[in-house]
């Protein structure tokens, strides 16, 4: 219990320790200024009373000498004594003395000691400081001549009382000693106050910097990248350098002695489904189906489509056992499935089930190339492309996603299943999949970006998609400024309770969960890595088929013929290398893997024109013979040849304008097992918050793609060594099980919560029946 109490207090006593660390050395400060202030104060009080003094001394003197002047001392004795009498009737004069010219007294009031001449007092009037102690106390001597035009005229001695000075300087010393009393404490509670707000200022920070948030700052202030609550401080960057190097080095440390701690693979996800989630059943929909049937010249052939949302889910579905609901877009789909529209899948495994649906020619133009990749597609990427909105697309696109939410509602054996959304083809699908099923458990996750409001404000119907969506039990985005994104535009457009502290919004009294979940990609088996050929291998086989030189620095990217991938831009930068380095012409080639994607739409042809033109002009210039220094292959490659693309590779290229996660950065890291190989990563892609080990650029910037690709070149193996070390340890960790664990684990503890809830109000219902019962 006293270990959980100073853990407990630990942050308010480091926190009290730095203010006393801060208020220690001002008290001194302090104390020593007063100390240094007070008898400095007390010298210029007592040289103004001093002054003040002598100048009344000469007024009494002047009011006084012309009455004396008028009186014969020898004469008239007793009226000039009664005359200096009358004098010293004022409370500050303590007496006065007539002195003759020769220095003797003639006359003196009954208060002016006897013991003190005339000579005695002009010495001491004399002094730079006329102060003089007696017995009855300190008195200020002033003398001045009776007429001060004759030389040797009779003068006055006037003693004035000091005790007043005194009390004045003591009250002075007091009020001295009480402002700076109350300025001490004014300073001592403002810095109280600011080493507080210090303190948690460093706290957020540091918490900003271990949950990975740190100070990297997508400069595209139009699309989705936005600070969070908590941000590191700028100041805080070389602390935020440092903490990341040394936890990698224990990371590194910890793995190599003990492994990895608890991985998430395919044994966890489904011990967890059959606790968290025990006996549930799990529906997945997506537009895309994980397995493809083709009719060919050999037969029905099967292929898995080069999709990162595939990549992503279909591990996952392989340790749920559960159905996916999708698209059947392939030549032989109808041929294979059974009299429900179902097939099992994989073809040598059978793991789950995927169920098709089936979509027109024009149900699938209105819904998926129109609205979905004309409109919401360039909307969420804000890609420069302009969103196209059109009626009739929309009445399509609510048509599909009502025709799916039926499929759901079909294929569920019960009235709760869990159900995953996949994607921006279906923000419609989950509150109708609620209307008609309100226990289930439905967790959206959005595969692409979400911009600003202001940018989202652009869709016709953007309160009916935030609507649909909210329909969700869980809502997931790929990172926090995602769901920050959302929130606001929540906020803007639909009447909504929002909880920030618990990221949950409640729309109609149902609430979501909006949480970031970042997506991976399932790591390599043992059994799939001995399938591999060594990167000796395979850059032979990859240099023999493109006949490459053996000297050549190969780069590789791998996109979809997409604009949101900035191939255009990796293009510039390989163009603008081979100028401003000369010595890589011959050398350098960059291997442009671009799947033909989307190509009924005019702006991917316009696009795929356009990169070709690109390609050829570049090839023209600086390619010979037997050299081209982009070699662009627009055709599909299976997970198989991209393997062994990426382990012949130098590096790997990804400068996406704008990307959710992208899943390319993943694979290259996971194909090397050889800790070498360099990954460029564009920082607007969601990957560039977890792979920092990468070199981050900034695409839209052509001469810092362009010196990352020269760092590349020429970085050491050791470097490379040490930063992919590190990446594949990163990947590793947190693959696709950890992200769906981490989605279903969040499921399961609302379900959970909902179940125990309905309970309490079903007895609470009977306990108030059985009380009305007589």
């Given at each position: 219990?006293?270990?959980?109490?100073?853990?407990?207090?630990?942050?308010?006593?480091?926190?009290?320790?730095?203010?006393?660390?801060?208020?220690?050395?001002?008290?001194?400060?302090?104390?020593?200024?007063?100390?240094?202030?007070?008898?400095?104060?007390?010298?210029?009080?007592?040289?103004?009373?001093?002054?003040?003094?002598?100048?009344?001394?000469?007024?009494?003197?002047?009011?006084?000498?012309?009455?004396?002047?008028?009186?014969?001392?020898?004469?008239?004795?007793?009226?000039?004594?009664?005359?200096?009498?009358?004098?010293?009737?004022?409370?500050?004069?303590?007496?006065?003395?007539?002195?003759?010219?020769?220095?003797?007294?003639?006359?003196?009031?009954?208060?002016?000691?006897?013991?003190?001449?005339?000579?005695?007092?002009?010495?001491?009037?004399?002094?730079?400081?006329?102060?003089?102690?007696?017995?009855?106390?300190?008195?200020?001597?002033?003398?001045?001549?009776?007429?001060?035009?004759?030389?040797?005229?009779?003068?006055?001695?006037?003693?004035?009382?000091?005790?007043?000075?005194?009390?004045?300087?003591?009250?002075?010393?007091?009020?001295?000693?009480?402002?700076?009393?109350?300025?001490?404490?004014?300073?001592?509670?403002?810095?109280?106050?600011?080493?507080?707000?210090?303190?948690?200022?460093?706290?957020?920070?540091?918490?900003?910097?271990?949950?990975?948030?740190?100070?990297?700052?997508?400069?595209?202030?139009?699309?989705?990248?936005?600070?969070?609550?908590?941000?590191?401080?700028?100041?805080?960057?070389?602390?935020?350098?440092?903490?990341?190097?040394?936890?990698?080095?224990?990371?590194?440390?910890?793995?190599?002695?003990?492994?990895?701690?608890?991985?998430?693979?395919?044994?966890?996800?489904?011990?967890?489904?059959?606790?968290?989630?025990?006996?549930?059943?799990?529906?997945?929909?997506?537009?895309?189906?994980?397995?493809?049937?083709?009719?060919?010249?050999?037969?029905?052939?099967?292929?898995?489509?080069?999709?990162?949302?595939?990549?992503?889910?279909?591990?996952?579905?392989?340790?749920?056992?559960?159905?996916?609901?999708?698209?059947?877009?392939?030549?032989?789909?109808?041929?294979?499935?059974?009299?429900?529209?179902?097939?099992?899948?994989?073809?040598?495994?059978?793991?789950?089930?995927?169920?098709?649906?089936?979509?027109?020619?024009?149900?699938?133009?209105?819904?998926?190339?129109?609205?979905?990749?004309?409109?919401?597609?360039?909307?969420?990427?804000?890609?420069?492309?302009?969103?196209?909105?059109?009626?009739?697309?929309?009445?399509?696109?609510?048509?599909?996603?009502?025709?799916?939410?039926?499929?759901?509602?079909?294929?569920?054996?019960?009235?709760?299943?869990?159900?995953?959304?996949?994607?921006?083809?279906?923000?419609?699908?989950?509150?109708?999949?609620?209307?008609?099923?309100?226990?289930?458990?439905?967790?959206?996750?959005?595969?692409?970006?979400?911009?600003?409001?202001?940018?989202?404000?652009?869709?016709?119907?953007?309160?009916?998609?935030?609507?649909?969506?909210?329909?969700?039990?869980?809502?997931?985005?790929?990172?926090?400024?995602?769901?920050?994104?959302?929130?606001?535009?929540?906020?803007?457009?639909?009447?909504?309770?929002?909880?920030?502290?618990?990221?949950?919004?409640?729309?109609?009294?149902?609430?979501?969960?909006?949480?970031?979940?970042?997506?991976?990609?399932?790591?390599?088996?043992?059994?799939?890595?001995?399938?591999?050929?060594?990167?000796?291998?395979?850059?032979?086989?990859?240099?023999?088929?493109?006949?490459?030189?053996?000297?050549?620095?190969?780069?590789?990217?791998?996109?979809?013929?997409?604009?949101?991938?900035?191939?255009?831009?990796?293009?510039?930068?390989?163009?603008?290398?081979?100028?401003?380095?000369?010595?890589?012409?011959?050398?350098?080639?960059?291997?442009?893997?671009?799947?033909?994607?989307?190509?009924?739409?005019?702006?991917?042809?316009?696009?795929?024109?356009?990169?070709?033109?690109?390609?050829?002009?570049?090839?023209?210039?600086?390619?010979?013979?037997?050299?081209?220094?982009?070699?662009?292959?627009?055709?599909?490659?299976?997970?198989?040849?991209?393997?062994?693309?990426?382990?012949?590779?130098?590096?790997?290229?990804?400068?996406?304008?704008?990307?959710?996660?992208?899943?390319?950065?993943?694979?290259?890291?996971?194909?090397?097992?050889?800790?070498?190989?360099?990954?460029?990563?564009?920082?607007?892609?969601?990957?560039?918050?977890?792979?920092?080990?990468?070199?981050?650029?900034?695409?839209?910037?052509?001469?810092?793609?362009?010196?990352?690709?020269?760092?590349?070149?020429?970085?050491?193996p050791q470097e490379q060594r040490e930063r992919m070390a590190s990446l594949r340890m990163t990947v590793r960790e947190f693959n696709v099980y950890r992200w769906a664990g981490r989605m279903l684990t969040d499921a399961g503890q609302w379900r959970l919560r909902e179940?125990?809830?309905?309970?309490?109000?079903?007895?609470?219902?009977?306990?108030?029946?059985?009380?009305?019962?007589?």
């Amino acid at each position: 219990m006293q270990t959980l109490r100073r853990v407990a207090r630990g942050p308010g006593m480091k926190s009290l320790h730095l203010q006393i660390r801060f208020l220690v050395p001002l008290l001194i400060t302090l104390t020593l200024a007063a100390l240094l202030a007070l008898p400095l104060l007390d010298r210029m009080t007592l040289r103004w009373f001093s002054r003040d003094l002598s100048l009344r001394g000469a007024m009494v003197a002047k009011t006084l000498s012309v009455a004396i002047s008028d009186i014969d001392p020898s004469a008239q004795r007793e009226r000039l004594r009664n005359l200096l009498e009358r004098g010293v009737l004022d409370e500050r004069l303590v007496g006065i003395a007539l002195c003759a010219p020769d220095g003797t007294q003639v006359m003196s009031t009954k208060g002016f000691p006897g013991s003190l001449s005339c000579k005695e007092a002009e010495a001491s009037a004399a002094l730079k400081d006329p102060r003089l102690e007696l017995t009855s106390g300190a008195v200020h001597i002033g003398v001045f001549p009776v007429n001060p035009a004759q030389p040797d005229a009779e003068r006055l001695v006037l003693l004035h009382d000091l005790s007043l000075p005194d009390r004045r300087s003591l009250d002075t010393r007091r009020y001295m000693i009480i402002f700076i009393t109350v300025l001490g404490l004014a300073i001592a509670g403002i810095t109280m106050i600011v080493a507080q707000l210090s303190w948690r200022g460093w706290v957020s920070g540091m918490r900003a910097i271990l949950r990975g948030e740190g100070l990297v700052r997508p400069l595209l202030n139009t699309g989705g990248f936005r600070g969070g609550p908590e941000t590191a401080p700028p100041e805080l960057q070389p602390l935020e350098v440092e903490i990341r190097q040394h936890i990698r080095e224990l990371e590194d440390n910890l793995y190599r002695e003990h492994g990895p701690l608890t991985p998430w693979d395919p044994e966890r996800l489904r011990s967890l489904l059959r606790t968290q989630l025990r006996g549930d059943q799990v529906i997945v929909v997506s537009n895309r189906e994980p397995y493809i049937h083709q009719r060919g010249p050999d037969g029905i052939t099967v292929s898995r489509p080069a999709s990162g949302l595939v990549t992503a889910v279909e591990p996952v579905m392989r340790a749920c056992s559960g159905t996916w609901i999708a698209h059947g877009s392939g030549s032989a789909d109808r041929d294979v499935v059974d009299a429900h529209d179902r097939v099992a899948v994989p073809p040598d495994t059978q793991d789950y089930l995927l169920r098709r649906v089936w979509l027109s020619e024009e149900e699938e133009r209105g819904y998926y190339q129109g609205f979905a990749n004309e409109g919401l597609w360039p909307l969420c990427h804000v890609a420069h492309v302009r969103p196209v909105f059109r009626e009739s697309d929309w009445a399509q696109y609510k048509a599909v996603n009502q025709r799916f939410a039926d499929a759901v509602v079909a294929e569920a054996r019960g009235d709760d299943p869990v159900v995953l959304v996949q994607d921006y083809h279906f923000a419609l699908l989950p509150a109708m999949v609620r209307e008609k099923l309100p226990k289930a458990t439905i967790i959206t996750f959005w595969h692409i970006p979400w911009p600003n409001p202001e940018s989202f404000g652009i869709c016709p119907w953007r309160r009916e998609l935030l609507q649909g969506m909210l329909g969700s039990t869980i809502l997931g985005f790929h990172t926090r400024f995602h769901c920050k994104n959302f929130t606001e535009t929540v906020d803007r457009y639909l009447e909504a309770r929002i909880e920030h502290e618990h990221s949950t919004i409640s729309y109609q009294d149902e609430p979501t969960l909006v949480q970031s979940y970042p997506i991976s990609i399932a790591w390599p088996t043992d059994e799939e890595r001995a399938g591999w050929d060594s990167p000796a291998d395979a850059r032979a086989a990859v240099f023999e088929r493109l006949k490459l030189a053996p000297d050549t620095v190969l780069a590789v990217g791998v996109d979809r013929f997409d604009y949101t991938k900035g191939i255009l831009e990796r293009l510039h930068a390989v163009e603008r290398l081979l100028e401003k380095h000369p010595q890589w012409q011959g050398r350098f080639v960059l291997v442009q893997v671009a799947a033909p994607t989307r190509n009924a739409l005019e702006e991917y042809r316009e696009f795929q024109d356009r990169i070709h033109r690109v390609t050829e002009r570049i090839n023209l210039r600086f390619g010979e013979a037997g050299y081209k220094p982009v070699v662009l292959l627009a055709e599909h490659h299976d997970h198989a040849a991209l393997m062994t693309l990426y382990r012949a590779a130098h590096m790997c290229v990804v400068t996406s304008l704008h990307d959710g996660m992208n899943l390319v950065s993943k694979e290259f890291i996971a194909a090397r097992d050889d800790d070498q190989g360099v990954l460029i990563l564009s920082r607007f892609a969601g990957a560039a918050r977890e792979l920092q080990e990468a070199l981050v650029i900034n695409p839209y910037h052509v001469e810092e793609t362009t010196d990352a690709l020269h760092r590349a070149a020429l970085m050491p193996p050791q470097e490379q060594r040490e930063r992919m070390a590190s990446l594949r340890m990163t990947v590793r960790e947190f693959n696709v099980y950890r992200w769906a664990g981490r989605m279903l684990t969040d499921a399961g503890q609302w379900r959970l919560r909902e179940r125990i809830t309905r309970r309490v109000q079903r007895r609470s219902r009977e306990a108030g029946e059985e009380t009305l019962t007589p």
